[in-house]
């Protein structure tokens, strides 16, 4: 008997509650992936130093030149040792971690814009556009991205100056790998953003804005578009990731971004000169970028589970 | 299915065909082309003229386009300038197998990648295997023996070398492999070429050099692959059929090799499959590290120097794989699983 009493009580308390809204259900099951909650612990270290650090050492830090203490190992005044210009590697992290995140960021931004443009139009409209746009986005897709990435850095090298943002100078190279890392990764996205837009487009609440009288924009962007934000999220997450890798290949391939401005990229471009006589010139800021996308992958895994809406139907 | 493949091989056409065309506006946009034709000498500006319009580089992008697919040698060129046409020309176009001729070697370009193209092959295929071995093994293991110590080792593992710029991997290996060996009197890797060149090329070599190579490539894929062979592993040994195995009084080694193996490791061929282009762009980076004389590091150079025809080789033969690979893929996968059906 005491069974069935303790059982009522739980369902009574079931029912005081009101129901999670899916955001909430989607925060409970994320703060429960151990992994995902590693992720956001280590990014919000990579956070802090990157900020933090940038309080304690200033940009002119990052670019002086000393060439009395080049390729000096780690010591006292530069905890991480000194490159080939006698620059102090702990400064240059940091600034160069802002840029390499601030990259990340970009470059989704930019391909999550462009990914869901195509995938969308393509997926609402159907017929000649979505032939074409998707003809495209598989022949995109379909050339490996490094030779894509490879081939548009040395197209675009150059072409925009240096600029001033924020009371600090930028290369001008910063936009130009944005905008490749941008343009060369958003094919996955459009596909996933057709796919849903195909299901969706045929469900009842979109013939009824249509019947009220709302526009294709206003039906793409305020009523389908919210309702495959999940797959985007995810995507977006994991894309930050690959965007700092691929910063990094680029860089390391000597067509990123110029300096004197760092990234964690371009300090590994001349690693390899260095290899055996100053490994603290390359491993460091390679293993920041580890951290950071160990972070990134973490949560966005803890982000795929807990948005995932099978498992959502499951605990509802 | 002939009906199938057939419809598939058609569609590859119009895919290459635009492909080729982002591909050719891309690599001709991207810097001077005529920059290294003299190698290290600068060219003079008439002769600079004269080339332009020998190799057609002041046509429009689409006719240039044109000549490279279906060539000229059924139209006159006029080369000293004057407006009239002057000879026929030499070039017969990528559809009748003509590449060009490299700007910096004044060679065919077929004949540059097939020197290289073996190389590459030779690391790819030796990394395939690998990588098959290793995700299976360690992945079934990890499935098995779920939530075990060695489980999650694997896991960590897999999660870090997803997470490496490869070239950083690299990097650390020849560290550890070549430099730290060295000095603590080990025997250690070459980090350089493909043999040594007072040995020659011998089998043993090769393989000796390809050591530091295999394990970068290989250490990336695996530790994708691994975790889905375990959750592919995972979702099988909760089948029916399973416990049905094991009811009947089968051995658990015949279970897992019998049964769920097949099954398990089937979608793996696809991503095999798919495989292609990723190793191959790794091998970009890769090669130009271990300087590994293969296409990435061919294609590496010919971006440096703006050698176009070799570039656009690359390019789209490689392109031309992973159409061609992805199709052989979907095949060899109703073979393989009779429950899928194409139409």
């Given at each position: 008997?005491?069974?069935?009493?303790?059982?009522?009580?739980?369902?009574?308390?079931?029912?005081?509650?009101?129901?999670?809204?899916?955001?909430?259900?989607?925060?409970?099951?994320?703060?429960?992936?151990?992994?995902?909650?590693?992720?956001?612990?280590?990014?919000?270290?990579?956070?802090?130093?990157?900020?933090?650090?940038?309080?304690?050492?200033?940009?002119?830090?990052?670019?002086?030149?000393?060439?009395?203490?080049?390729?000096?190992?780690?010591?006292?005044?530069?905890?991480?040792?000194?490159?080939?210009?006698?620059?102090?590697?702990?400064?240059?992290?940091?600034?160069?971690?802002?840029?390499?995140?601030?990259?990340?960021?970009?470059?989704?931004?930019?391909?999550?814009?462009?990914?869901?443009?195509?995938?969308?139009?393509?997926?609402?409209?159907?017929?000649?556009?979505?032939?074409?746009?998707?003809?495209?986005?598989?022949?995109?897709?379909?050339?490996?991205?490094?030779?894509?990435?490879?081939l548009?850095?040395k197209l675009?090298?150059?072409?925009?100056?240096?600029?001033?943002?924020?009371?600090?100078?930028?290369?001008?190279?910063?936009?130009?790998?944005?905008?490749?890392?941008?343009?060369?990764?958003?094919?996955?996205?459009?596909?996933?953003?057709?796919?849903?837009?195909?299901?969706?487009?045929?469900?009842?609440?979109?013939?009824?804005?249509?019947?009220?009288?709302?526009?294709?924009?206003?039906?793409?962007?305020?009523?389908?578009?919210?309702?495959?934000?999940?797959?985007?999220?995810?995507?977006?997450?994991?894309?930050?990731?690959?965007?700092?890798?691929?910063?990094?290949?680029?860089?390391?391939?000597?067509?990123?971004?110029?300096?004197?401005?760092?990234?964690?990229?371009?300090?590994?471009?001349?690693?390899?000169?260095?290899?055996?006589?100053?490994?603290?010139?390359?491993?460091?800021?390679?293993?920041?970028?580890?951290?950071?996308?160990?972070?990134?992958?973490?949560?966005?895994?803890?982000?795929?589970?807990?948005?995932?809406?099978?498992?959502?139907?499951?605990?509802? | 299915?002939?009906?199938?493949?057939?419809?598939?091989?058609?569609?590859?056409?119009?895919?290459?065909?635009?492909?080729?065309v982002i591909l050719f506006v891309l690599a001709n946009k991207m810097g001077d082309p005529?920059?290294?034709?003299?190698?290290?000498?600068?060219?003079?500006?008439?002769?600079?003229?004269?080339?332009?319009?020998?190799l057609g580089l002041?046509k429009p992008i689409l006719v240039q386009y044109?000549?490279w697919?279906?060539?000229?040698?059924?139209?006159?060129?006029?080369?000293?300038?004057?407006?009239?046409?002057?000879?026929?020309?030499?070039?017969?176009?990528?559809?009748?197998?003509?590449?060009?001729?490299?700007?910096?070697?004044?060679?065919?370009?077929?004949?540059?990648?097939?020197?290289?193209?073996?190389?590459?092959?030779?690391?790819?295929?030796?990394?395939?295997?690998?990588?098959?071995?290793?995700?299976?093994?360690?992945?079934?293991?990890?499935?098995?023996?779920?939530?075990?110590?060695?489980?999650?080792?694997?896991?960590?593992?897999?999660?870090?070398?997803?997470?490496?710029?490869?070239?950083?991997?690299?990097?650390?290996?020849?560290?550890?492999?070549?430099?730290?060996?060295?000095?603590?009197?080990?025997?250690?890797?070459?980090?350089?070429?493909?043999?040594?060149?007072?040995?020659?090329?011998?089998?043993?070599?090769?393989?000796?050099?390809?050591?530091?190579?295999?394990?970068?490539?290989?250490?990336?894929?695996?530790?994708?692959?691994?975790?889905?062979?375990?959750?592919?592993?995972?979702?099988?040994?909760?089948?029916?059929?399973?416990?049905?195995?094991?009811?009947?009084?089968?051995?658990?080694?015949?279970?897992?090799?019998?049964?769920?193996?097949?099954?398990?490791?089937?979608?793996?061929?696809?991503?095999?499959?798919?495989?292609?282009?990723?190793?191959?762009?790794?091998?970009?980076?890769?090669?130009?590290?271990?300087?590994?004389?293969?296409?990435?590091?061919?294609?590496?150079?010919?971006?440096?120097?703006t050698?176009i025809p070799?570039l656009m080789?690359?390019?789209?033969?490689?392109?031309?794989?992973?159409?061609?690979?992805?199709?052989?893929?979907?095949?060899?996968?109703?073979?393989?699983?009779?429950?899928?059906?194409?139409?």
């Amino acid at each position: 008997m005491t069974t069935t009493e303790v059982s009522w009580e739980f369902f009574e308390e079931e029912i005081e509650r009101p129901p999670l809204t899916p955001a909430q259900v989607a925060w409970r099951r994320f703060r429960c992936h151990k992994m995902a909650l590693v992720g956001v612990g280590l990014l919000i270290a990579i956070f802090l130093y990157v900020i933090v650090g940038a309080f304690i050492y200033s940009e002119a830090d990052a670019n002086r030149t000393d060439l009395s203490i080049t390729l000096s190992p780690p010591s006292r005044d530069h905890p991480l040792g000194t490159d080939g210009t006698g620059r102090c590697i702990l400064a240059r992290t940091i600034y160069g971690g802002q840029i390499s995140v601030l990259i990340g960021l970009s470059a989704v931004i930019v391909s999550v814009t462009v990914g869901v443009l195509i995938g969308a139009i393509s997926g609402y409209y159907g017929g000649h556009i979505d032939a074409i746009l998707m003809r495209f986005t598989e022949a995109m897709f379909n050339i490996p991205q490094l030779f894509l990435l490879i081939l548009l850095a040395k197209l675009l090298s150059g072409k925009i100056p240096t600029f001033k943002l924020l009371g600090r100078s930028f290369s001008g190279s910063v936009i130009v790998i944005i905008g490749v890392i941008g343009l060369t990764s958003w094919m996955y996205l459009a596909r996933i953003v057709r796919a849903n837009f195909l299901s969706l487009k045929e469900q009842e609440f979109v013939t009824a804005a249509r019947c009220i009288g709302s526009r294709n924009f206003s039906i793409i962007f305020e009523h389908i578009l919210p309702n495959s934000v999940a797959p985007i999220v995810v995507a977006a997450t994991l894309g930050v990731a690959s965007a700092i890798i691929n910063e990094a290949y680029v860089s390391f391939l000597g067509l990123g971004v110029q300096p004197p401005t760092a990234t964690w990229g371009n300090m590994l471009d001349q690693a390899y000169h260095h290899l055996d006589s100053e490994p603290w010139m390359w491993f460091f800021p390679g293993m920041l970028i580890l951290l950071t996308v160990l972070g990134i992958n973490f949560v966005g895994d803890g982000l795929r589970d807990a948005l995932d809406p099978r498992a959502l139907t499951q605990t509802e | 299915m002939t009906r199938y493949i057939i419809r598939r091989l058609l569609q590859t056409i119009p895919l290459l065909l635009i492909i080729s065309v982002i591909l050719f506006v891309l690599a001709n946009k991207m810097g001077d082309p005529l920059a290294s034709f003299g190698g290290r000498r600068r060219i003079r500006s008439d002769d600079r003229e004269r080339l332009t319009r020998k190799l057609g580089l002041d046509k429009p992008i689409l006719v240039q386009y044109a000549i490279w697919l279906v060539g000229n040698d059924w139209m006159r060129v006029d080369i000293d300038g004057d407006g009239i046409p002057d000879e026929y020309g030499t070039r017969k176009g990528v559809l009748r197998g003509d590449f060009g001729k490299s700007f910096m070697e004044k060679r065919p370009v077929l004949e540059i990648i097939r020197e290289r193209v073996s190389n590459t092959l030779i690391l790819m295929l030796t990394c395939e295997v690998v990588i098959l071995i290793f995700s299976l093994l360690i992945g079934i293991y990890s499935a098995l023996r779920q939530y075990s110590t060695l489980d999650y080792v694997f896991t960590a593992f897999s999660f870090i070398g997803y997470s490496m710029p490869i070239f950083w991997l690299a990097l650390i290996l020849m560290y550890i492999f070549a430099v730290n060996f060295k000095q603590w009197g080990l025997p250690y890797f070459p980090t350089i070429g493909m043999y040594d060149l007072a040995v020659g090329r011998t089998v043993g070599q090769i393989a000796w050099h390809m050591v530091l190579p295999v394990a970068t490539i290989s250490i990336m894929s695996v530790a994708g692959y691994s975790r889905y062979v375990r959750s592919q592993m995972l979702e099988v040994i909760s089948q029916d059929y399973i416990r049905t195995a094991y009811a009947k009084g089968l051995p658990e080694r015949m279970v897992i090799m019998g049964h769920a193996l097949k099954n398990a490791a089937l979608p793996l061929v696809t991503i095999v499959g798919m495989d292609l282009p990723l190793l191959l762009s790794g091998a970009v980076v890769t090669e130009s590290i271990f300087a590994w004389p293969g296409m990435g590091r061919l294609f590496w150079s010919a971006a440096q120097d703006t050698d176009i025809p070799v570039l656009m080789g690359i390019l789209v033969i490689i392109s031309a794989l992973v159409v061609i690979f992805q199709i052989i893929t979907d095949i060899t996968y109703t073979f393989l699983d009779p429950r899928i059906r194409y139409n």
